[in-house]
């Protein structure tokens, strides 16, 4: 799972836990479509179960690492 500072916005691994700019909190990121192929697709969230945009078809953020975890193999 990503984290995001909840101030500028960096995105951060699941091991860091302070953004290296503002030096705040880290707080983890929300699931959103990994390609934001359209306009309807870039501000949407979805539940933590989602695994694919209704939108466009793309993986969202917490299925893209999990899609190369599996490609790896």
Known sequence: MKKV???CGREYTEIENYC????????DAPNRCS????ALCKDRIYPADA????????PT?????????????
């Open 5 to 7: 500072c909840p101030t």
């Open 20 to 27: 290296t700019q503002c030096g705040i909190k880290l707080i």
């Open 35 to 38: 390609e934001m192929k359209t």
């Open 51 to 58: 695994k694919y945009c209704s939108i466009c078809g793309a």
């Open 61 to 73: 953020t917490y299925a893209k690492p999990q899609i190369e975890e599996f490609n790896r193999w």
